[in-house]
């Protein structure tokens, strides 16, 4: 029974799904792949007259996934149980490839159960799992590689002088990495952007060979580089910890976990300086504060990756939070599909400030109706 009437508790009454397509404002890539549009798949679950919103960055079908394979689990089941949802789901699901897509598509449901679950109670999100820091620093991400120069100018300067964000991130390995010299050329003209007082971070996204990020290392160390982004394949864990060893800068990887023993295995390896999590993909807030712990406990901080709406309540209740990635082209989606988007003024963001329940989103259904696609 749903609602709470009667003093029964309150269970979910139905899961829906939407799938948009947003093509993006520029060419975007980084050092092994190009895309034109972002895909965003919504999950919605209802219990009476209240609604929890989630959502996850990736191909269409996810939506089949939650249609067909865990909106069944979820209907009926207790709005407050969201651990064991999230455990009913992950157990069904062994046998569809669990990694990647549908993982993504548990990710979304378990978030839209943690909104839903605030939104009962009339309390915001941060407010339901308990303040830790409170604000939550943020860093611009952008800077693909298929940027031109004045592109990548005009983005860096906006985060820094416009916004006030002390610290930011471009993409390079352009073309596996086959493209070193002007990946040097564009780290160089960065710094030049940003000015020395802003942190500069980079990101490979594996792109490198373990020799090449190496000898990459002192150009970037020069330029002030302190955060850098899988130098090397994030499925090479060996590969990591030889190219931390090694350099001076912060090593991180993790946004590919799709279960909590990848982080396991990564810190296992001591293949990191900071762990990264992608609560869109790991199996939602239930396994991103799990593999916070997991971080806390191998005395690592945890940065938050891409979706950083998602992110944001979670990443202020957990204290060794380092950062969240406040990334241009999901930034732009949540700006254009939801009220209740975050001020990033400064370079922090306070969630559950406004007080609205929830993680304070609410899709504007007219805005993002033009780029439904399913």
Aim: hydrophobic fraction near 40%; proline fraction near 5%; charged fraction near 20%.
């Amino acid at each position: 029974m749903t609602g709470g009437a009667g003093g029964t508790e309150p269970a979910v009454d139905s899961v829906e799904t939407a799938v948009y397509t947003v093509p993006t404002d520029a060419a975007e890539g980084d050092g092994t792949l190009t895309w034109d549009s972002t895909t965003l798949v919504l999950a919605e679950v209802k219990c009476g007259d209240v609604t929890g919103l989630g959502y996850t960055y990736g191909a269409p079908a996810t939506a089949q996934v939650i249609d067909q394979q865990l909106a069944g689990l979820v209907r009926g089941h207790r709005a407050w149980d969201i651990p064991a949802a999230n455990e009913r789901m992950s157990r069904a699901v062994r046998n569809a490839a669990r990694p990647g897509l549908v993982a993504g598509a548990l990710s979304a449901v378990d978030i839209a159960l943690w909104d839903l679950k605030a939104r009962l109670l009339g309390l915001p999100l941060v407010r339901l799992l308990g303040a830790g820091p409170g604000e939550v620093p943020v860093y611009g991400s952008g800077g693909f590689t298929t940027y031109d120069d004045q592109r990548q100018d005009v983005q860096l300067r906006a985060w820094v002088a416009e916004q006030g964000i002390p610290r930011v991130k471009i993409k390079i390995g352009e073309s596996w990495g086959r493209a070193e010299k002007r990946d040097r050329e564009r780290v160089t003209r960065a710094r030049r952007s940003i000015g020395t007082d802003t942190e500069l971070y980079v990101d490979a996204n594996g792109a490198y060979t373990r020799k090449q990020a190496v000898r990459l290392a002192p150009h970037l160390d020069a330029e002030g580089v302190t955060w850098f982004e899988e130098p090397v394949s994030s499925d090479d864990l060996t590969g990591l910890g030889h190219v931390r060893a090694a350099v001076p800068l912060d090593v991180a990887a993790g946004e590919y976990g799709y279960a909590l023993p990848y982080f396991g295995h990564m810190l296992a390896a001591e293949a990191v300086d900071c762990l990264q999590a992608d609560a869109t993909r790991c199996g939602g807030i239930t396994v991103w504060l799990r593999a916070a712990a997991l971080a806390e406990a191998a005395g690592l901080a945890i940065s938050g990756h891409c979706a950083p709406h998602v992110h944001a309540h979670a990443a202020a209740s957990v204290p060794n939070l380092r950062h969240l990635e406040w990334f241009h082209d999901h930034v732009r989606i949540e700006r254009l599909f939801f009220d209740g988007v975050l001020d990033p003024s400064g370079g922090t963001i306070r969630p559950g400030a406004s007080g609205a329940a929830g993680h304070g989103l609410t899709l504007r259904r007219r805005d993002a109706e033009r780029y439904r696609v399913a």
